[in-house]
């Protein structure tokens, strides 16, 4: 009796790959989710930090001040923030592929921290 599987056989490489890479499990038993509407970040030598809030100004008064209320801060290693941006890079473009590019500005200048130069002329 032939002892054969319907799987296709695996190379030696691909089983040692297999055994090299660690099975990650997900564990969201103490996540929380919280929307936030604005981001901004700040670096030091040793550590990225990320802040997330949101706009709570709905109408501008005549003092023009924004009120952004701070839920989050996620602080990181530069390594690990570096990852974060390679990755969000993947996934805007995906959905921009999608939905359709997404403008963050005005359309007529790229910000500076995108390769740009943020003056207006």
Do not use: C
Not at 11 to 16: F, G, K, L, Q, V
Not at 43 to 57: A, H, K, P
Not at 85 to 93: D, E, I, P, R, S
């Amino acid at each position: 009796m032939s002892d054969q599987s319907n799987t296709p056989p695996k190379s030696e490489a691909a089983e040692a790959a297999a055994r090299r890479t660690p099975k990650v499990e997900w564990d969201d038993s103490r996540m929380r989710s919280t929307y936030a509407n604005v981001v901004n970040a700040a670096s030091t030598r040793e550590e990225i930090s990320v802040f997330f809030g949101t706009n709570q100004t709905w109408n501008l008064d005549e003092k023009r001040e924004v009120t952004v209320q701070l839920s989050d801060r996620i602080i990181m290693s530069p390594f690990a923030a570096k990852r974060l941006w390679v990755l969000l890079g993947a996934v805007l473009k995906q959905h921009e592929q999608r939905f359709g590019t997404l403008a963050i500005d005005d359309g007529n200048r790229v910000p500076e921290v995108l390769g740009g130069s943020d003056r207006t002329n």
